[in-house]
């Protein structure tokens, strides 16, 4: 059995460089000011200090915590929805009528949010909407739905015809096959939509930034860049501030991750 050796050890560099970021903001974020700017910055603080988490929680974190999730449940939960079943219109349906409609859909990735924003801004307040959580998910779900339906509808075309046909001799309808048949068959997918998708809501910071105003409309992204000085920055309380708000979506990950590279790859065989 042959090893590779020179694989092995790139893949060791990578998670090496991966891993020293993530090791950098947590021992800062248990460093006091002195200590920040007194040590060696890669040598943790002994003993640490835990006063950043409680400035960090002192400062309405959990409010901005509650609007990223809102945020997110309210972007997440009808975009899977919405995916799945134009997804299933566009495999089961006739190619005449919904090949058009499919390639419509995938025409949106190639349009970069930055170059909607005008619009969109221009939307929102006409529609009285601004300084709004409700602002934040539109636009998100708009720009999540062509790459979530690509991939809900691989998904799709991995289920066997003979299961829809068996379901046609017992007389169900297509909206029964949709959520009896299709939707728990293509679950990998679902979770990789959503676990995506809730990962680009939790770190948006561009639409937060340009729909909103008021302090209390803040999400976590836009919280953590107030938490910056005007002449100086506490990068202790700001990396504090980072690891907690990364902490709701590591155990989402965590907890989705085996869905992931089946859902990504469904369909790519065909």
């Not at 959990?62 to 997110?72: E, I, P």
């Not at 948006?204 to 992204?221: E, Y």
Request: hydrophobic letters at 55%.
């Amino acid at each position: 059995m042959n090893r590779n050796w020179l694989g092995g050890t790139l893949g060791w560099l990578w998670l090496i460089v991966v891993l020293l970021p993530i090791y950098f903001v947590l021992i800062t974020s248990f460093k006091s000011m002195a200590a920040y700017f007194g040590s060696n910055p890669v040598v943790p603080a002994l003993p640490p200090v835990i006063e950043n988490f409680i400035a960090v929680l002192e400062a309405d974190f959990g409010m901005y915590l509650l609007n990223s999730v809102v945020v997110a449940v309210g972007t997440v939960v009808p975009l899977v929805i919405m995916a799945f079943m134009a997804s299933y219109s566009i495999v089961r349906g006739s190619r005449r009528v919904f090949n058009p409609v499919r390639n419509l859909f995938l025409l949106g990735l190639a349009i970069p949010v930055q170059a909607t924003i005008v619009p969109i801004y221009l939307l929102i307040i006409r529609m009285h909407m601004y300084d709004s959580l409700a602002a934040l998910m539109l636009p998100a779900i708009a720009f999540g739905l062509p790459l979530s339906i690509l991939i809900i509808a691989n998904s799709l075309r991995d289920v066997p015809k003979e299961l829809f046909e068996a379901m046609d001799i017992d007389g169900c309808t297509e909206w029964q096959k949709m959520w009896r048949l299709a939707l728990p068959m293509t679950r990998p997918a679902l979770v990789t939509v959503a676990v995506y998708q809730a990962l680009l809501s939790w770190n948006g910071f561009l639409f937060p930034l340009i729909l909103t105003q008021s302090p209390d409309k803040r999400t976590l992204p836009l919280a953590l860049w107030s938490f910056q000085g005007e002449y100086a920055t506490n990068i202790p309380v700001v990396m504090a501030a980072v690891t907690l708000s990364s902490i709701p979506i590591v155990v989402l990950y965590a907890v989705g991750r085996r869905y992931l590279v089946s859902g990504m790859t469904a369909g790519a065989g065909k």
